[in-house]
């Protein structure tokens, strides 16, 4: 039977608070970093390597919040899982904004990469949820939309305090973001619910990966999943600060840039969304590579009219790889193995996420420059293009 769990908010309303809550998860607690990273490296006087290490710890625990899900979701309902997320990416925020140095930076990253887990995998069902069957993808898109929004305030927000109070200053950046999470915490608790049953021990196997095994295409989707969670970082975590550094760019254009990553995000779960709906996620994702590595390769020399379009391609690439990939997920399993399955996928893409900005942080350190960091995303993107040719043919 049914939970007894009232839905308070149902439709769109529900659907654009789930999305504030992606972008609380992802855009606040992690990809935040990467815009204020050039003004915490500044003022901790830190090396590049240092500071990829602080973005390692940040997706190291976004890998242990994916193993917890995983352990859990056989046994708890995902609204409640969502909810201690939600309270450790407050945590991590906050802490951010108190850091008096480098090791409560790292502890802020931990709590912020482990809510985030906590709370994505499960957002994207619950939201889904909450829409009648047929227009359940556009929930899927629209998590995608509320991390742009996210990207999109965090960078000019950061633009703004960076040139009216200096590298010092980034610590305001995080004040604001506490507050406005600490609303979205609020508002989620009382007015977002999920109709679950209680759940059963289904067999998920370590990790949920018996789970994930029982769903079609298991293995190349997970390898694309792995390849995206290596290469997104290695642009994502160092675009403002190659620009900056490499390319001589201000640190308002190098925001201006990131700002147009987060805008397209906006756009760009609907839109992929919208193309593996017509063509099927296989010839979707496999466009979605295609065309990470023709951007990077575009962003490489760093001329700004060039750039600035680039990222608008960067970010709609970025939110329609996992919006196509959940999707995936969500129509190819069961409401049983849905929670395990996806927390299995996202474990290997938790892996990848943890290495990934640590070696590009040794890479930009002993090469001096971020060119071969660029270049091994675009590498990792041809390995993504393959395993997406070879998910099932749509009709198989």
Known sequence: MATATRRRAMGLPAVFLMAATAGVAQSFGRFAFGVVLPAVRSDLDL???IAGSLTTVNVGAYLLGTLAVASFASSYKLLAIMRTGFLFALTGL????????????GIAMFCSGFGGALIWIPAPVIAAAAMPPEKRSIAIGLM???MGFGVVFAS???SYVRSSGGDESWRTVYVVLSVVAACVLVATFFLIGHDQEQPRNTGGGFGGFSSLKRMRGWLPLTSAYTSFGFMYLLILAFLSTKLE???GWTSSRASLAFTLVGIAMMFGGPVFITIASRIGSRLGLTLAFSGWIAVVLLVLPGWFAVTLPAAVVIGLLFA????????YVVENTTVEDYGPSFAAATLAFGVAQMISPQIGGVLADLTGSFTTVFLLSAALAATGLVAALRLPKQGD
């Open 144 to 146: 995608g939309s509320g």
């Open 94 to 105: 906050v802490t951010a904004a108190l850091a008096p140095g480098v090791w409560f930076v």
């Open 320 to 327: 329609g790889v996992p919006s196509m990939i959940t999707l």
């Open 156 to 158: 000019q927000l950061t």
């Open 245 to 247: 550094d490499d390319n």
């Open 47 to 49: 090396s590049n390597t």
